[in-house]
């Protein structure tokens, strides 16, 4: 068995190996924005040129959850959107108000000056972990993440409440490759892995593993599948739409 000195330092070694590990994570997100901005989306151009056009229709993955809404105006949470959401602005027949929020917003805001950039979209400060305080409960008509919400601290906690900023009967849409933890070897921010674990969406990490329907059942039912070899998983949240 350990000694309780040889615990406590073990844990105080393990703390310490996030934090940092962390931290240089979000340099390396700060950078790879700083490269994308100067040379132009650099091996993305195109996708480059879409984020920053205020006419860019909502991808067809994106439209079947804004197509089934009654209201014309619909308000949109993008979370970990990063200094440029990526979705589309705009739709046939209904007025897209999206809001994007990032906990880097500061450092992007720094870059867009830096480079001259003005979104048509600016992301806002805040963390996946805390939209409740944020916006409050019953807010937005679709909230959308794409490829952050396995950087989180706490992955199923910023999931609970993407779920409890949707107005009842909408949608929390998360679309994450699989398994990043492992393909990054748990460097930086990869400390989860989102996986399909017999049709059920998975979270695992260090700590242990969630089955995200049964732990966010309360508030929303959960499916998830593979589109073009990414997860993408949809919690509906219980309610009238």
């Not at 924005?33 to 091996?43: A, E, I, L, Q, S």
């Not at 944020?134 to 989180?152: K, L, R, S, T, W």
Request: with cysteine; charged share 25%.
């Amino acid at each position: 068995m350990m000694s309780p000195l040889k615990l406590v330092r073990t844990l105080r070694n393990r703390f310490l190996q996030l934090f940092a590990g962390r931290r240089a994570g979000l340099n390396f997100e700060t950078d790879f924005w700083d490269d994308y901005f100067r040379t132009r989306g650099g091996r993305w151009p195109e996708d480059y040129r879409r984020r920053l056009d205020p006419s860019t229709p909502l991808d067809p993955m994106h439209r079947p959850f804004i197509d089934r809404l009654k209201p014309t105006d619909v308000r949109i949470l993008d979370v970990g959107a990063g200094p440029l959401t990526i979705l589309g602005k705009t739709h046939p027949t209904k007025r897209l108000a999206i809001t994007a929020v990032d906990p880097l917003a500061p450092r992007y805001d720094t870059l867009l000056a830096k480079y001259g950039v003005t979104p048509p979209v600016r992301t806002v400060g805040g963390s996946g972990e805390a939209l409740v305080a944020q916006f409050g409960e019953d807010a937005f008509d679709f909230v959308y993440a794409q490829n952050c919400i396995d950087h989180a601290e706490n992955p199923v906690e910023a999931m609970r409440q993407m779920v409890l900023v949707a107005r009842p009967g909408c949608e929390a849409v998360l679309y994450h490759a699989p398994n990043e933890a492992e393909t990054q070897e748990y460097t930086g921010l990869h400390q989860w892995n989102f996986t399909l674990e017999d049709g059920r969406f998975v979270v695992t990490g260090r700590q242990g593993k969630t089955d995200v329907a049964e732990a966010l059942r309360d508030i929303g039912d959960c499916t998830a599948r593979l589109h073009e070899g990414w997860i993408l998983t949809v919690i509906r949240k219980h309610g009238p739409a």
